[in-house]
């Protein structure tokens, strides 16, 4: 829990500065048009965006795990349901994705 406080304050930090950062270039970029003014914006703009999905992430987990989420959110229930699965050792993937079999294993169908 501590370490999960901390990252969601450094993230929150980045994306303080990394706003401040991306405003600062899309002004130098709307001044003087160019490729490196614009690859410099679209650079820091996927940054930001990468650490708010992030940020929003971990604030989703922590709602779903005190019952305050009143609207799943499809692609973060994604993301914790491979989580989860990953963390099992037992859990294997077979072709089917993780649905099971048709037929039991031994059993034919007729």
């Given at each position: 829990?501590?370490?999960?406080?901390?990252?969601?304050?450094?993230?929150?930090?980045?994306?303080?500065?990394?706003?401040?950062?991306?405003?600062?270039?899309?002004?130098?970029?709307?001044?003087?048009?160019?490729?490196?003014?614009?690859?410099?914006?679209?650079?820091?703009?996927?940054?930001?965006?990468?650490?708010?999905?992030?940020?929003?992430f971990l604030l989703y987990e922590v709602d779903r795990a005190a019952g305050r989420v009143r609207r799943p959110i499809g692609v973060y229930e994604w993301v914790l349901a491979r989580r989860v699965a990953g963390s099992r050792p037992g859990l294997r993937r077979g072709p089917l994705g993780d649905r099971p079999p048709a037929v039991a294993p031994g059993r034919g169908r007729g």
């Open positions: 829990m501590v370490f999960r406080k901390g990252l969601f304050y450094v993230l929150l930090g980045m994306a303080t500065l990394g706003l401040s950062e991306f405003l600062t270039a899309w002004r130098a970029w709307r001044t003087a048009p160019g490729m490196e003014h614009a690859v410099h914006v679209a650079v820091l703009g996927c940054g930001l965006l990468a650490v708010g999905l992030w940020l929003g």
